[in-house]
Nanobody, 116 residues
Framework: DVQLQASGGGSVQPGESLRLSCAAS????????IAWFRQDPGKEREPISC????????YYKASVKGRFTISRDNAKNTVYLQMNSLEPEDTAVYYC?????????WGQGTQVTVSS
């Protein structure tokens, strides 16, 4: 079975940092693009960052660009999302997603809360 295990969420104050991890198993990790999404209650899940599997090209939602950094360690089948200068608006459940063509897998989500 394919599993994506997201971890690293927590409660922090504005301006602080967190690093999320997404550990994958049961799939050929090197063949998948990995993305991070987030979702507030009552809102649609939105993509915030992704990293390609072939050339490592990255994408960021405008509101996180310059604060968040996505990276992947193919040897560990893990993708990271370093989140700096966190803002209250970053509060959400964060999900990782693995995609290859029509194959699409989701992790279980990890809560990030930014509040003073």
């Amino acid at each position: 079975d394919v599993q994506l295990q997201a971890s690293g969420g927590g409660s922090v104050q504005p301006g602080e940092s967190l690093r999320l991890s997404c550990a994958a198993s049961g799939l050929a990790f090197n063949d998948y693009a990995i993305a991070w999404f987030r979702q507030d209650p009552g809102k649609e899940r939105e993509p915030i960052s992704c990293i390609r599997n072939d050339d490592g090209t990255t994408y960021y939602k405008a509101s996180v660009k310059g604060r968040f950094t996505i990276s992947r360690d193919n040897a560990k089948n893990t993708v990271y999302l370093q989140m700096n200068s966190l803002e209250p608006e970053d509060t959400a459940v964060y999900y990782c997603n693995a995609r290859q063509g029509y194959l699409n897998y989701w992790g279980q989500g990890t809560q990030v809360t930014v509040s003073s």
